[in-house]
């Protein structure tokens, strides 16, 4: 069965930094983008970045341009989410997505296929 599977959350300080992982584990999918989601308490799942392979395009939520970044292997089976000068508002389980999405809706989760289980990243306040 194929899954997504993430790595690299954590407990850090505000300021701090940290890499997600997400990597495509046993089998392949077909996909054009591969993204990061992130969910804190009460609130809706919410889009971080994403990339296209077309292109390597990338898009990022307002809230995290210039201190985040998304990058994937080669072979587009491993994205990584780089997290810079983290914040107590960054506090979030960060879940991987996958899929064929359309243009213009990378941003719509119900746009993905493949989900991994998350991963905590806690920046307390």
């Known amino acids: 069965q194929v899954r997504l599977v993430e790595s690299g959350g954590g407990l850090v300080q505000a300021g701090d930094s940290l890499r997600l992982s997400c990597a495509v584990s046993?089998?392949?999918?077909?996909?054009?983008?591969m993204g990061w989601f992130r969910q804190a308490p009460g609130k809706e799942r919410e889009v971080v970045a994403a990339i296209r392979w077309s292109g390597l395009n990338t898009r990022y939520a307002d809230s995290v341009k210039s201190r985040f970044l998304i990058s994937a292997s080669n072979d587009k089976n491993t994205a990584y989410l780089q997290m810079n000068s983290l914040k107590p508002e960054d506090t979030a389980v960060y879940y991987c997505?996958?899929?064929?999405?359309?243009?213009?809706?990378?941003?719509?989760?119900?746009?993905?296929?493949?989900w991994g289980r998350g991963t905590q990243v806690t920046v307390p306040s």
């Open positions: 046993g089998g392949t999918i077909i996909t054009s983008i």
């Open positions: 997505a996958a899929g064929v999405v359309r243009d213009g809706m990378e941003s719509n989760s119900h746009e993905y296929r493949h």
